[in-house]
């Protein structure tokens, strides 16, 4: 069965970083494309980043220039690194990655950015 477990979120103040990670179980397939999504209250989900195998990237519009997504070599982790955090990118952010056909979801991590 694969799991996808999230880690790295917490509280921020505004204009610090973090750094993100969702490492895959239970499979020997790596993903094809890893994302990165996230979700605030009374908001939808929404993409925030996303990768494919040969290493191209997506952002949103509200994170392009500070958040960074990254994968390891044999695409089984995702990471995603924010800079320059404002009060706006505190959400749930959720970890998504496409393996052998399916789609899979991490747990969430909470991400409050608050002084």
């Known amino acids: 069965q694969v799991r996808l477990v999230e880690s790295g979120g917490g509280l921020v103040q505004p204009g610090g970083s973090l750094r993100l990670s969702c490492a895959a179980s239970g499979t020997i397939v790596s993903a094809v494309k890893m994302a990165w999504y996230r979700q605030a209250p009374g908001k939808e989900r929404e993409l925030v980043a996303a990768i494919v195998g040969g290493g191209t990237t997506t952002y949103s519009d509200s994170v392009k220039g500070r958040f960074n997504i990254s994968r390891n070599k044999v695409m089984t982790t995702a990471y995603l690194q924010m800079t320059g955090l404002k009060s706006e990118d505190t959400a749930i952010y959720y970890c998504?990655?496409?393996?052998?056909?399916?789609?899979?979801w991490g747990q969430g991590t909470q991400v409050t950015v608050s002084s």
């Open positions: 998504n990655q496409r393996i052998g056909g399916n789609e899979y």
